[in-house]
């Protein structure tokens, strides 16, 4: 026996369909404004992370999956998919003047050397979006409606936007300084990953839980004191904008991101259930204006996008019952009686299949009794028996399982027969009906 890796999952039957009915959500919800699906590699330079997550962030510090392949090269499996994106749109030059904006989605596992603990993987999903190459808050705004709609389209309700403005380098700069002096006089009696931060980047001690630390964050100096007019002026249009979209927002100003490459807008949607259970952040993301430079492509180029945790959202929709039943039954279940008709039963399955009937067939030759609990086990519509009368008579034994009525019909025939009791079938059940009956 083998045991699953720490940290990862098997995600499978009904679990895998939830997983792709969500991806399924997501990515029509981004088609539908007008992003196009990148697919780009798992393993990448190691030094794509750490120049765009950032040296001084927990990914890059201690959760890389990271090893040098046979060629001596280091290798990275992606621990979020935003850098490896803007990579490949650097890399085809996908930025002419005329091409702008590239609105690129995306859907994958990531990997972090994460402790594992309720939701948290070290391999797992994401679904996001990034929009690259047009300067305008406005387009921050599309970017935080399209998570809002796609969340909205999902079931989710009593969504809670999380926003704040970290500002431009300048703004940075400035606030890191004044952050600086500040924690400076407290950082004695704080915990030892503030010390940490105090010297990799004194903004992430703005996100510490420890309560006695939140103490003196609340005290702490905010960034809406230090931004540049610029940046100032920008979040005010995007407040504005969100006010006007309906979407409501509050802003948190110690709301700073563990990725290093934000700038300017940086924003959570928080998720409470109707029974006021408190989930956190379902997803998140923001703007950055040095990131594509950083990773080689023009200076002046910025965007914005978010990702969110497929897990994350299955585990809530799960536990919060947002979840559609999801049909798994069968139309017909062919059922031989004898091994030796076998054969004739995989060729009526097969023309059942082709005339668009969902249909699975016994080949573990049980008797009629076990056959029979198998199709019911299956939710199939119709068993289908074939015994020796039926062969000789090029028949086949239509049981309706939904009303225990049967017929004998002729093989030649059969397609039509289901077909016409498919027609009648008007009793409003949700059975699957085929293709034929969709204009119901
Ligand atoms: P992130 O906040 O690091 O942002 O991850 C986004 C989402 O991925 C989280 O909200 C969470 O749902 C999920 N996630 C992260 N780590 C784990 C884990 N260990 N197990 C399960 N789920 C996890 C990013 O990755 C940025 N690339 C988002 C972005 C895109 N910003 C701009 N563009």
Redesign the pocket.
């Known amino acids: 026996m083998f045991n699953l890796v720490k940290?990862t999952h098997d995600v499978i039957l009904t679990e895998a369909d939830k997983y792709s009915y969500i991806e399924q959500t997501l990515i029509q919800v981004a088609e539908f404004f007008n992003y196009k699906e990148f697919r780009t590699p798992i393993i990448e330079q190691s030094e794509l992370f750490q120049r765009s997550?950032g040296d001084s962030s927990d990914?890059v510090r201690k959760e890389m999956y990271t090893f040098f392949d046979k060629g001596e090269r280091s290798i990275t499996l992606r621990?979020?998919?935003?850098?490896g994106v803007i990579r490949s749109i650097v890399n085809n030059k996908l930025l002419a003047l005329g091409d702008i904006p590239v609105k690129a989605y995306y859907v994958g596992p990531?990997f972090?050397y994460?402790r594992p603990q309720q939701?948290?993987?070290?391999q797992?999903?994401?679904f996001?979006?990034?929009c690259v190459g047009v300067v305008s808050p406005y387009r921050d705004v599309e970017v935080i409606s399209l998570c809002y709609f796609a969340l909205k389209v999902l079931g989710f309700e009593n969504l809670k936007l999380v926003i704040n403005c970290i500002g431009d380098e300048e703004s940075r700069t400035n606030y890191k300084n004044v952050l600086r002096d500040y924690f400076g006089k407290h950082l004695d009696s704080m915990c030892a990953d503030c010390k940490e931060r105090y010297n990799l980047n004194v903004l992430r001690i703005l996100d510490c839980k420890v309560p006695t630390d939140q103490e003196i964050v609340k005290n702490a100096p905010k960034i809406e004191d230090y931004l540049t007019d610029k940046s100032k002026e920008n979040f005010e249009k995007v407040k504005k904008s969100l006010d006007e979209l309906g979407i409501e927002y509050e802003i948190d100003t110690n709301l700073v991101?563990?990725?290093d490459?934000?700038s300017d807008v940086v924003f959570?949607f928080h998720y409470t259930s109707s029974k006021g259970l408190d989930y956190g952040?379902?997803?998140?993301?923001?703007h950055?204006n040095k990131l594509v430079q950083e990773i080689g492509g023009p200076h002046e180029v910025e965007?914005?996008?978010?990702?969110?945790?497929?897990?994350?959202?299955a585990s809530v929709m799960s536990d919060d019952n947002l979840f559609n039943e999801i049909d798994e039954s069968i139309d017909c279940y062919v059922m031989p009686l004898d091994v030796t008709y076998q054969g004739k039963a995989i060729e009526i399955a097969t023309a059942l299949r082709l005339n668009g009937f969902k249909t699975d067939v016994n080949l573990e030759g049980k008797g009629l009794k076990g056959m029979l609990k198998k199709a019911l086990k299956l939710s199939s519509k119709y068993a289908l028996i074939l015994g020796e009368d039926e062969i000789k008579t090029n028949t086949i034994v239509v049981k309706d399982l939904t009303n225990e009525t049967q017929e004998s019909v002729n093989l030649a025939e059969i397609i039509s027969y289901l077909d016409r009791k498919e027609d009648e079938c008007s009793c409003g059940c949700d059975h699957h009906h085929h293709h034929h009956n969709d204009e119901e």
Request: proline share 2%; aromatic share 14%; with cysteine.
């Open positions: 940290g997550v990914i621990p979020e998919l935003t850098a990531c972090r994460e939701g948290r993987y070290r797992f999903n994401q996001g979006v990034e991101r563990g990725l490459y934000y959570e952040a379902l997803c998140g993301g923001g950055y965007g914005c996008g978010f990702a969110i945790g497929i897990e994350r959202i």
